[in-house]
């Protein structure tokens, strides 16, 4: 008895449709180890692949009603085989160029022929499927990655405000690099972003799927940040009731983001380096090692070469993480960055606020552009925050309403305090009534804007009525 293994054609699906009776028989005997299903009229062969589509089409060329290119033409159409073999005896040869051309037939079995025959064409048929399959599999597989890399590219760029302006030149360095796996040296003033930075890097590259981990030097108390880092074993010390993961653990085939490294204390630079050379790390308490796979950007305020020199920080630590240095510009260097940052703050803020979005004035806008910003991104973003709180009554945001940062504003907020003390006052005695002081503003505005009435609603957004009511 032979060993010979057969092979698998199962996941192949073949038509045979012939008007012979018999010959289709004896093929579907001589296949009997093939998923082929035979069928005796082309119109019944149509029906089954309206709902299910086959690999490969065996068809025979002259057959009542429908011949064996008309049978292929409409087959095609519906998009219900891969690969079809005519076999003819009969057709011209005119007619069988124009077939193939028209990628109507992959390949001509003239009659009679050997069953065996037919086996060697079928068999080249089913590796073409196949490969027809894998190139198929592979082209979705290139597209999706395509589409994929895009929409990260567009949802990363739109959550970095400035990529158009300011930042260009920082996302281009960002796209570029998010695909390798190097370290990453943010350097630049407090508040100008870079644990944004570092985030679109870890979301655009192969590690998104697993865990972003941050920590910052400056945070934690120089006697705990070992077990911050590494983790321990239980009885490690007094207060290590349980085993703990480190964060080089948590961030096992992540990104370990460490924030302010130019803080962090000598004795634990050797270390950090050697957990970057080696790739394995040992708990507090534990001689067990364990390897850890991460991403390492780190970022700073200061000057490492500085450091370097006084002594502060390693420099074989500096050049190991400095392999990539990508340094953010403060906002003073991005000013036309301002308008969005500001607006894309009060859309954040009156959100959380559950507040109806507010408006900024353009003199407002001038004057934060004007402003030199020494906290960054930060100082902005805290300020349009205090001010969206203040404000959430109302309905515009004005250059008065910042007066806590411009030293001019605070004399204007002074005077309008002190305006609405007076008219209090005024209430209070009985010398006015509150209709009156609506009446007075109504009418100073409206001879601001020269009795325009539409002008006077367009800034203001009080209702016209009330304009026309004491014009």
Not at 31 to 42: E, S
Not at 55 to 75: C, W
Not at 144 to 163: A, D, L, V
Not at 427 to 444: F, H, P, Q, R, Y
Request: charged share 30%; aromatic share 10%.
């Amino acid at each position: 008895m032979s060993n010979e293994k057969t092979a698998d054609y199962s996941d192949i699906k073949i038509m045979a449709v012939d008007d012979e009776e018999i010959l289709l028989l004896n093929i579907k005997e001589y296949f009997c180890d093939y998923n082929l299903t035979i069928f005796t009229n082309p119109t019944d062969a149509l029906k089954e692949l309206e709902a299910v589509k086959y690999d490969i089409i065996i068809t025979d060329y002259k057959m009542p009603k429908m011949n064996g290119i008309e049978f292929l033409s409409v087959a095609k159409k519906m998009n219900a085989f891969t690969y079809s073999i005519l076999m003819t005896a009969y057709a011209e040869k005119e007619v069988l160029e124009t077939a193939i051309n028209e990628n109507l037939v992959n390949k001509v079995a003239e009659k009679p022929m050997l069953l065996r025959d037919l086996k060697v064409i079928v068999e080249n048929a089913i590796e073409e499927c196949r490969n027809a399959e894998k190139n198929e599999i592979d082209i979705k597989k290139i597209t999706s990655n395509y589409y994929n890399f895009k929409n990260e590219f567009e949802t990363s760029k739109g959550r970095i405000i400035g990529f158009n302006r300011g930042l260009h030149d920082i996302y281009q360095k960002v796209q570029s690099i998010a695909k390798h796996n190097v370290t990453v040296l943010l350097n630049g003033e407090t508040g100008t972003g870079k644990e944004v930075i570092a985030r679109a890097i870890h979301e655009m590259s192969p590690r998104r799927d697993y865990p972003f981990v941050k920590i910052n030097a400056t945070a934690i108390p120089e006697s705990l940040f070992e077990s911050e880092l590494f983790g321990y074993k239980k009885g490690a010390f007094s207060n290590a009731m349980t085993d703990k993961a480190g964060k080089f653990e948590l961030a096992d085939k992540g990104t370990l983001f460490l924030d302010e490294i130019g803080d962090m204390p000598l004795s634990l630079q050797a270390k950090l380096l050697r957990v970057i050379q080696e790739k394995e790390v040992e708990r507090l308490g534990s001689n067990q090692t364990i390897k850890v796979d991460f991403r390492l950007i780190v970022a700073t305020n200061k000057e490492l070469p500085e450091c370097i020199k006084e002594g502060q920080f390693r420099e074989d630590l500096y050049y190991r993480i400095n392999e990539f240095p990508i340094t953010m510009p403060p906002l003073r260097d991005r000013v036309d960055d301002i308008e969005d940052l500001v607006r894309y703050f009060i859309k954040k803020f009156s959100d959380e606020l559950n507040i109806q979005e507010l408006r900024i004035s353009q003199e407002a806008i001038d004057r934060l552009k004007g402003y030199s910003w020494p906290g960054n991104v930060r100082e902005l973003e805290n300020a349009v925050k205090r001010v969206v709180i203040v404000t959430a009554e109302q309905r515009e945001i004005l250059a008065s309403h910042f007066y806590f940062i411009f030293p001019d504003m605070v004399r204007e907020h002074q005077t309008v305090d002190t305006a609405i003390k007076t008219l209090r006052d005024e209430v209070l005695s009985g010398n006015i009534e509150l209709g009156d002081i609506e009446e007075m503003t109504i009418k100073a505005i409206l001879d601001y804007y020269h009795g325009n009435v539409g002008d006077a609603v367009a800034k203001t957004g009080i209702s016209k009525n009330k304009f026309y009511k004491y014009k």
